[in-house]
Antibody, heavy 118, light 106 residues
């Protein structure tokens, strides 16, 4: 069964960074693309960025491209997203999602709650 | 970034109804349009990819159509488990979500 398991909830202070990881099982990440998506409470889904793991190509939403970094560890079948310069507006549920279906995210992690508070 | 706009933002319907949600892109995107279902506290679920292809395990009452700038998600014979929020997403250049359509029980 293809699954993504995300790291646990985080509480961070404003101005710091957070790293969310996403470990795949039942399939090999290198053969897929990964989206990162977030949803602040009560708001819409917001796309953060996307990475083609085989080539390393990435694309970020304009709102995030200055402060988001993607990384991968193919030895552990894990990808990560790091978001820096956190503010209260970054408090949200963060999802990773794999595209093993053409151009669409068909495997989703369970979500990681990130809370930014002083 | 390519923007996609959904309408309506919400609708009320009854079990057994047919509902239609539309999505319009600011640029021509061929058939690179997906539809997701999202329930609070759960991960989004892919319903339709490449405008009209039914994702694995999704009931056939869900269907998608359209190309280039105008797309439609249709849910025939609405079931109780279908009351949720639906998002379109363009996958032509990066990815962008629409603002969502909440389907509520009338």
């Amino acid at each position: 069964q293809m699954q993504l398991e995300q790291s646990g909830p985080e509480v961070k202070k404003p101005g710091t960074s957070v790293k969310v990881s996403c470990k795949a099982s039942g399939f090999t990440l290198i053969s897929s693309s990964i989206q990162w998506v977030r949803q602040p409470r009560g708001q819409r889904l917001e796309w953060i960025g996307w990475s083609i793991l085989a080539s390393g190509e990435t694309k970020f939403a304009q709102n995030f491209q200055e402060r988001v970094t993607f990384s991968r560890d193919m030895s552990t079948n894990t990808v990560s997203m790091e978001l820096s310069s956190l503010g209260s507006g970054d408090t949200a549920l963060y999802y990773c999602a794999a595209e093993t279906t053409p151009h669409a995210a068909n495997i989703w992690g369970q979500g990681t709650m990130v809370t930014v508070a002083s | 970034d390519i923007l996609v706009t959904q309408s309506p933002s919400s609708l009320s319907a009854s079990v057994g109804d047919t509902v239609t949600i539309t999505c319009r892109s600011t640029q021509r995107i061929n058939s690179y349009l997906n539809w997701y279902q999202h329930n609070p506290g759960r991960a989004p679920k892919l319903l339709i990819y490449l405008a009209s292809h039914l994702a694995s395990g999704v009931p056939s009452r869900f269907s998608g159509s359209g190309s280039e700038t105008d797309f439609t998600l249709t849910i025939s014979s609405l079931q109780p488990e279908d009351f949720a929020t639906y998002y379109c997403q363009q996958s032509y250049s990066g990815r962008t979500f629409g603002q969502g359509t909440t389907v509520e029980i009338k």
